[in-house]
């Protein structure tokens, strides 16, 4: 498997997982973490939503948590989920 088929294989299986969050969750951290867009900061998050930065900080620790349940689930139950 070459490189590019490594990146289309893990680019799905992140939006599968991305798709598990709310609306607002994923869009945190599509935002936060670059995912089709330009990285942003928490700040910048929260002038967009127009709420506290604490706030931001909380919907993306709440998604991160549910990230990686998801991926534990998966890779306890299947060694190929996407």
Request: net charge positive; glycine share 4%; hydrophobic share 35%.
């Amino acid at each position: 498997m070459n490189e590019q088929e490594k990146q289309t294989i893990n680019g799905i299986a992140i939006r599968k997982l991305l798709i598990t969050l709310t609306p607002q969750e994923e869009t945190v951290i599509c935002l936060y973490y670059g995912i089709g867009v330009p990285k942003h900061t928490i700040r910048n998050i929260s002038e967009e939503f127009n709420c506290s930065t604490d706030r931001v900080r909380s919907i993306w620790k709440r998604a991160m948590r549910k990230l990686r349940q998801r991926m534990k689930f998966h890779r306890l139950s299947s060694t190929d989920w996407y």
